[in-house]
């Protein structure tokens, strides 16, 4: 029947109109050089940020929910619109 | 030796499900089939038959049980009537979609409003769409034989099989039966391979949503869409005629009856007039035709045994040299005729088969039908018929319809 | 901040680019689930949302083995499963139902009591959406009192929400569980723990819908925190009778300062007709509630 696959839907990043964009700057891990934080990991509800330092975002498939930039603790992650201008 | 018993038509019900070694039953009890669920629970709580039983608490549930039981790749059972096997009519298309070799039961009872616990054949003719096989047994012989046949077509095919046997007239009443030899049934029914199944080592989704059009999956290999999933069903049971008939054929090589393939036929082969049905009614219709033959008319019967998959070239070759076809059924397709009337008539488009078709309503809500009527009606048919009546409208036997 | 973060199970097995919307609350819970639950199981489940996240043939989103049903049917096709493996003596799977509130409070109830009053050896998950949310937000018994759905669009929904919770614990079952995205530590303990319990297990996950419950998809997570810090949510777990409340609850319950619903209510499009005297019902139907637990913890 169905097998596994990745992108059921398509790209799901197409259904975006405003794109998450990071700041390492701001970012407790990063900022920290250990593991820390990770709230942006925890809450995606795509499963497309990697809980690495510095954090990945998978933009083939993140739907521009907007949790991750909501839920950081250092604003290091912001929404802009995807023609690239700050909403 | 085969050990021979008088039991009803459920105890042999029973019998059958454990003689196939059946691994879940789960079943709801509905008058008249109430004494399968409990003979098989009394099999299963004495350990005499090896299997879970799952007293699930509705019908919709008993199939819903089976499904996924089948899916894991257990070999499963159940048993129903009327109300009940209508309850369960959306797992009914479930099952046969999924392709699950299920076999079940309908001890035919007529269905409400208003209500009727007695027998007539409303509840599986009604269910003929799903893409069941459904098999109809007139003795309990054939009911214990036709399970363990069941099995074997059902696992080869890859379709679900409904054994219907007329409630009362045959679960209620006790006739010899002769047990198929344990072992034996063990060496015809091979243990049941699935086509899909539910584990973790090949992790799939099972029956999730089909877009109306083909599709390609991850590899870019284009795979079903709905359609082609639907045609394949109708494809299987298209195929399944042939391996219902050599399914019967290697039963009786091994355990020496033979109960006829896709139809039965008894004195056919110089009759003017058939007379034809299913269930015990096609046996009741035996004792009429030889009543008729003491007049003179020299009547014969074609039982149908197998209602889906519709046995059309088996029906045109049967009733091709008969000159009247009179047909008794124990239910009818409101708004039209009776459901095997319909299908015979339609067998014979296209060919050179005319002749005139008769059709009578008998027995529902368990009305007594006997021999002398079934003769009675060939009789006015017979008269009818020689003023130019060729197809009058369903006639409704021994009820006031004015 | 989550201290236990680490020790969560980092397998991922829900597959980018699936089928639910933007911000689902579900699609989070899901994640967690499947985490705690590891690839030793297989789950069943009616058509609901979870359907769609999961994808049309031939492809399917998640990584464990799923089987599809009807709408009634998910309590009973899991005790399916069970009953096979178990005659197949394959009991080492963990076999989990999950449907959402229509598929347990609704069309599902007859199936989930049958299953669990036989002791079905299963976890039954009750995604719980408040409404019909895969075909357009249509009223469902779990639907609060005040909100507006497509079958309530007027008048709004006049029956305060079916307590299944409590139609659950009368079924004697050795753990319920509620849990919520907003907490997936705790969510991901109590499914850890529940996995390892013999019998019918029933968790129950408060999932925040944004296009169903009319808010932005990027506040899921401050709508489901919100109704577990105003006491409309209870984080709790109920072990072989013994109630015990969990997580943000527990320091509400020992803090005495859960906020007033209006916080949470004011921020849903949803409830935007609902009436003073509902909105004071509301508040009554979770204090009443909240209070019951309080003496439940005690006990």
Redesign the interface.
Known sequence: MAKPAIGEAGKTGDWRDMRPVYDPSKCIPCVKKKAACFLCWLYCPEGVIKATIPIEINLAYCKGCGICAEECPGKAIIMVNEDGKNG | MAEVQIMTGNQAAALGAKLSHV??V?AYPITPQTSVTEILSQFIESGELK??Y?????E??AL???????????R?FTSTSSQGLLYMH??LH?AAGSRLPIVMCCVNRGVGAPWTIFNDQQDSIAQRDTGWIQIYCRDNQEIIDSIIQGYRIAESVYLPVMICYDGFVMSHTMMPVQIPDAELVSDFLPPYKPH?I???E??????????PWR????EGVM??GYMEMRFKLQKALGESRDVIVATGKAFAGAFGRDHGGLLWQYKTDDAEIILTGMGSVATEATAAADMLREEGVRAGVVGIRVFRPFPKEDARDAFRKTDAIVIFEKGISYGYEGALCSEIKAAFYGTDIRLPIHNYIVGLGGRDVKARELAEAVRLSRDAITSGDAEPAPKWLNCITE | MPENLFKVNIEEYVLPGQRACQGCGLSLAYRYVLKALRENTILTFPACCLTVLHGLYPMTSVTVPTLNNTFASTAASAAGIVAGLNALERTDITVVAIAGDGGTFDMGIQALSGAVERGTDFIYVCYDNEGYMNTGTQRSSATPMGALTTTTPVLTKQQPKKDMLRIMEAHDLPYIATTSPAFPIDLYDKFVKAKRIKGSRYMQIAVPCPPGWGYAPKDTIRIGRLAVETGVVVLFEIEDGKFRFTGRSKTLAEKGNKLPVINYVERQGRFRKMSIEQLRQFQRWVDTRWNEYMKKAEG
Do not use: K, Y
């Open positions: 691994q879940v789960a299997a879970e799952i007293r699930v608490e509705s919709h549930s819903t049980v089976c499904v996924s039981a089948s899916t894991v790749g257990a499963v959306e797992q479930w899909t539910l584990s973790p090949t992790p799939m989704n099972i029956n999730p949503v089909l877009f599709r390609a999956n991850a795979c079903d």
